[in-house]
């Protein structure tokens, strides 16, 4: 690694943190200032929202932060006359923004991972304490399609992962072959374990005569194999987030099912592909410095950087409220504008890049 770029990279990194710590409390603090009147009188979960909110707005406020930072790095160059400085020693305009383009990308990526990991839900912690419900985690009244089985849970406790009131009915050629109805079940080695089942079994052959129903019962069952039970809750909720891995998990079980899993894809293109949308910024912004102060606005520049910034966001973000809501299909709707921004961008660089 050269000097110029151990130097940019320093000088981007710190102020990189200072948005990045800026943007965190000015979100985190609002919102508690917004909220406190509704907190519990616990210090304990104040602390546990303040630190679920500051998780939950860190999706949004680091890849601003990765963009603003490099805002205002350029700002500095340019006053000081560095990067005048550094294309005399030598360097390019690929050697400027390439490192700090390479940087963000890992920086991502470590966002992404955290996306995979219980901190996902954090939004959704922050509102159980909001809501006075940390500590009672129940969803009630579930009825999903497993297969060639309806399954109804009375009650659903995830972070359990236990169920009562179970009823599950075998459906074989839209005929109902047979129930399985038990009080509790637990899930246990990928799969969900039955407690004294009590099995009805319809006959196939019906007539007057013959027929009666067969009844016996099961001291254990099991059911459902991989169906987790952070899956069942997120899919019954709909306005309900997921963390990649349950995501990615989700839309296996489901698309075997003939479940649409829209929501799921949007879910995960959003994590997992939307945030590096920063890069082509940060490489259209650099293009369009000026290596003279004197021929450079700098209000206007950085005026127009964030406000661009921000409309590139905003514009992405709609797109996904669209996608979640089912009304486009997320390859349309995110991978798609994704593809031309890219593309988009490369153009103008390209175009910029030979005039300038």
């Given at each position: 690694m050269?000097i110029i770029?151990?130097y940019?990279?320093q000088k981007?990194?710190?102020h990189f943190?200072i948005?990045?710590?800026s943007?965190q409390?000015?979100?985190?603090?609002?919102d508690?200032?917004?909220?406190?009147k509704?907190?519990?009188?616990?210090a304990?979960?104040?602390l546990?929202?303040i630190?679920y909110?500051?998780f939950f707005?860190l999706?949004?406020?680091?890849?601003?932060s990765?963009?603003f930072?490099?805002?205002?790095?350029l700002?500095i160059?340019?006053?000081?006359?560095?990067?005048?400085a550094?294309?005399?020693?030598?360097?390019?305009?690929?050697?400027?923004?390439l490192?700090?383009?390479?940087v963000?990308?890992?920086?991502?990526?470590?966002?992404?991972?955290i996306q995979?990991?219980p901190?996902?839900y954090?939004?959704?912690?922050?509102?159980?304490?909001?809501?006075?419900d940390?500590?009672?985690n129940?969803?009630s009244d579930?009825f999903?399609?497993?297969n060639?089985?309806?399954?109804y849970?009375?009650?659903?406790?995830p972070?359990?992962k236990?169920a009562e009131?179970?009823?599950?009915?075998?459906?074989?050629?839209d005929?109902?072959?047979e129930?399985?109805?038990?009080?509790?079940?637990?899930?246990?080695?990928?799969?969900?374990?039955?407690?004294?089942?009590?099995?009805?079994k319809?006959p196939?052959?019906?007539?007057?005569e013959?027929?009666?129903l067969?009844v016996?019962?099961e001291k254990?069952?099991?059911t459902?194999e991989g169906?987790k039970?952070k899956?069942l809750?997120?899919?019954?909720?709909e306005?309900?987030?997921f963390s990649?891995?349950?995501a990615?998990?989700?839309?296996e079980?489901?698309?075997?099912?003939g479940?649409?899993?829209?929501?799921?894809?949007?879910?995960i293109?959003y994590?997992?592909?939307?945030?590096?949308?920063?890069l082509p910024?940060i490489?259209i912004i650099?293009?369009?410095?000026s290596?003279?102060?004197?021929f450079f606005?700098?209000?206007?520049f950085?005026s127009?950087?964030?406000f661009?910034?921000?409309?590139?966001w905003g514009f992405?973000f709609m797109?996904?409220?669209?996608?979640?809501?089912?009304?486009?299909?997320?390859e349309?709707s995110?991978l798609?504008?994704l593809?031309?921004w890219f593309?988009g961008?490369?153009?103008?660089?390209?175009?910029r890049?030979r005039?300038?």
């Amino acid at each position: 690694m050269g000097i110029i770029t151990k130097y940019i990279l320093q000088k981007y990194l710190i102020h990189f943190l200072i948005v990045l710590i800026s943007l965190q409390l000015f979100f985190v603090g609002m919102d508690f200032l917004q909220n406190s009147k509704d907190l519990p009188d616990s210090a304990n979960l104040q602390l546990l929202y303040i630190m679920y909110n500051s998780f939950f707005t860190l999706t949004l406020t680091l890849p601003l932060s990765l963009v603003f930072a490099w805002i205002v790095t350029l700002v500095i160059f340019v006053k000081n006359n560095e990067l005048v400085a550094f294309t005399s020693l030598g360097a390019k305009r690929i050697d400027i923004y390439l490192p700090v383009v390479l940087v963000s990308f890992f920086l991502l990526l470590v966002m992404i991972f955290i996306q995979t990991t219980p901190l996902a839900y954090s939004y959704e912690q922050k509102k159980k304490i909001l809501d006075g419900d940390y500590f009672s985690n129940i969803k009630s009244d579930i009825f999903l399609k497993y297969n060639d089985n309806f399954v109804y849970f009375k009650n659903l406790y995830p972070l359990r992962k236990e169920a009562e009131g179970i009823h599950i009915y075998k459906i074989n050629n839209d005929d109902l072959e047979e129930t399985i109805i038990a009080k509790k079940a637990y899930f246990q080695n990928d799969k969900w374990y039955i407690v004294d089942a009590k099995i009805v079994k319809k006959p196939k052959d019906m007539n007057f005569e013959n027929s009666k129903l067969e009844v016996r019962y099961e001291k254990f069952l099991n059911t459902l194999e991989g169906f987790k039970p952070k899956i069942l809750d997120n899919v019954y909720e709909e306005k309900s987030n997921f963390s990649i891995s349950d995501a990615l998990s989700a839309l296996e079980l489901l698309s075997k099912q003939g479940v649409n899993t829209d929501k799921i894809r949007a879910a995960i293109y959003y994590e997992l592909f939307i945030p590096f949308f920063i890069l082509p910024l940060i490489m259209i912004i650099f293009i369009f410095t000026s290596l003279n102060r004197r021929f450079f606005n700098m209000g206007s520049f950085t005026s127009l950087s964030i406000f661009g910034t921000l409309v590139v966001w905003g514009f992405f973000f709609m797109l996904y409220k669209f996608s979640n809501s089912g009304v486009l299909k997320p390859e349309f709707s995110l991978l798609l504008p994704l593809f031309i921004w890219f593309l988009g961008s490369y153009l103008i660089y390209k175009k910029r890049k030979r005039y300038a």
